[in-house]
């Protein structure tokens, strides 16, 4: 497998590092786990000498990025912005410009292409993910969704692989994502290098959204959200919520999901698991107590809605 991992100036410097390191210890172990393994190669690309990552940190350039197309899979790693809008406009850089032209003017056959983080979006403006499966960090769901609306976005998973694309969540998601691309050569590699590393399994970006964090302006979802965190404690109909806020079942759906990706249902759902995980991690309250505070009857039901959304 011959990686060529693509940087420009910017890029999230520990994102790049975790890539380099797993991807170069699984060379360096290939051997010892199975001789048939096939070499791992990476070499990083890009559009000059070297590249200045996100933390000041310069890195030497192997192979200019017109090179792109002899290599197996080609990673783009998080270009380092901290927020949907700061992401968008990076976009317009001029290193995002051609990165996103050298991708979108590739043949797509024989080439795997994988992202992580913030880097996933040059991926889906070159038009690699259409009418695809991808993942993104969470809280950059609501700028994504809305900029790419053919892409099936799942924010929940930390990895998600459909045909020819790999991409991954949040920012140290790239450790994810690097286990992946080894796993395709060698599950037995991978599980060797996570020991060696002591890398946990973390299938899901599940138990860290934070809805406060999924940046919107929609004043219904806003009111929505509002009402909902005033009565957890409180049996919630959805239909009556939306009569509450002024607006019908049917309009609340279509803005909730235009928003947040997910049905009124789903938001209550978080929000009821949220406020549990904050009273089970700052009060010494019983599990049926807090059930209780956030609208279930028993610590089973809470129990059972924790197992599915964390």
């Known amino acids: 497998m011959q990686v060529g991992l693509v940087a420009i100036d910017g890029c999230f410097s520990s994102g790049v590092a975790a890539l380099l390191d797993i991807l170069h ?29 996100s933390a000041g940190l310069r890195l030497p ?12 899979v080609v990673v783009v790693p998080a270009m380092g912005t901290m927020t949907g809008d700061d992401t968008l406009s990076a976009l317009g ?48 769901w609501p700028a994504f969704r809305q900029r790419y609306p053919t892409v099936t976005l799942d924010v929940d998973a930390m990895v998600v692989a459909d045909a020819d694309t790999i991409t991954a969540g949040a920012a140290f998601a790239h450790i994810d994502l690097a286990l992946a691309l080894v796993r395709r050569v060698s599950p037995a590699l991978a599980q060797h290098v996570a020991r060696l590393l002591v890398i946990d399994q973390r299938a899901s970006q599940s138990s860290y959204v934070a809805l406060d964090h999924l940046s919107h302006n929609d004043p219904m979802v806003l009111a929505f959200e509002h009402h909902v965190r005033g009565h ?43 406020r549990a995980t904050h009273l089970m991690r700052t ?28």
Do not use: K
């Open 25 to 53: 210890t699984a060379e360096a172990h290939r051997s010892t786990v199975d001789q048939a393994i096939p070499d791992i190669g990476v070499d990083v690309l890009g559009t000059g000498s070297q590249v200045t990552m």
């Open 232 to 274: 957890l404690d409180e049996p919630l109909d959805v239909g009556e919520v939306a009569a509450d806020i002024g607006t019908s079942r049917r309009t609340l759906e279509r803005r909730t999901a235009a928003a947040l990706g997910m049905s009124p249902l789903a938001v209550i759902q978080r929000l009821r698991v949220e």
């Open 61 to 72: 350039v192997d192979r200019p990025l017109s090179d792109i197309d002899q290599f197996d």
């Open 283 to 310: 009060t010494d309250h019983s599990l049926d107590r807090i059930a209780a505070q956030v609208g279930y009857a028993n610590a089973s039901s809470l129990r059972t809605l924790m197992r599915r959304i964390l």
């Open 93 to 140: 850089g001029a290193d995002a410009r051609r990165l996103i032209a050298t991708l979108a003017g590739l043949d797509r056959t024989g080439h795997t292409f994988a992202a992580a983080c913030t880097g996933v979006f040059p991926v889906a403006e070159a038009g690699l993910l259409e009418d695809r499966r991808a993942t993104t960090s969470w809280w950059l």
